[in-house]
């Protein structure tokens, strides 16, 4: 079911001092959104407060109805995230299908059996992420290229039919091409009547349709460090460059894989971390 996102003044500011905000905004049901700021305004944060990961300092934020700091549980309930490091990495080694039964069976666990691979749901979940050619599902993440494993992130998301997606750092791929394409990946998710918010510096490969939202801390605005690389610009400089991540295997010993795999499950526990790195970013 579609939910809307409404922030009233929300911020957050730790001892080492602010981390974003304040700020207000409404997300329509089903709506993509970009968040867009320069480096250092605590966006990563942001992504995380709106669906119940990160306790906001002040302000509010509604999601379908369901306030935020007070009922953060609930929101867990209906909001995910992805392209958050240390967060919802995936384990190289393990194939497409793989990680998405694993994400279902730790999100999900009263199912009581998982949707098959060509069903309508990981049907429209392929497309949505990857396309009208989306991998197989014994294709190894590790043989993903940076494209291939950003737009796998938010396919492992999208399994568990989430309400609402929050999207890390679409920055993170360097190529304006590459960053042009996720975008599509997120409309699409969009057009299933998921509402999609995600943050970005470089409003240049931003598609029509996905609505900007300028979101720099006030005591941070710096519109020098917005950029407008269009997806074509960097092409010819980026062509010959391999896009494949070079990840290492995991282990092959059954008990470390075992530890490794459950270190898949979001690790929450990161979160102060991260909000306190981006207070530090922003000195």
Sequence with gaps: MPVDISAQDVELSTKKGPVYGPLSFTVQ???AVALVAGQSNGLSSLLL??????????GTVTVGGIIIPQHMRKVQKIATFAGFDDLDDLDPALTIAEIAYERISLESPIIARRPGW????MTSCLHAAFGTEPPGPDVPIEDLTVLGQAQARLFVALVCRPSVISYNDVDSLRNPNDQAALWESLQRASALGITIVANTANVGPIPDGVRQIFAERPDNRDES???????DESADELANEETRVDIPRSPTDPITTTRHRAGSTPAYQHTHALAAEEANHGE
């Excluded at 407060?49 to 002040?58: D, H, I, N």
């Excluded at 060509?118 to 749901?121: E, N, T």
């Excluded at 460090?225 to 997806?231: G, P, Q, T, V």
């Design 225 to 231: 460090r917005i950029i407008d690389e269009s997806a």
């Design 49 to 58: 407060t709106l669906v119940g990961r990160m306790k906001p300092s002040g």
């Design 118 to 121: 060509k069903g309508d749901h």
């Design 29 to 31: 049901p089903g709506e």
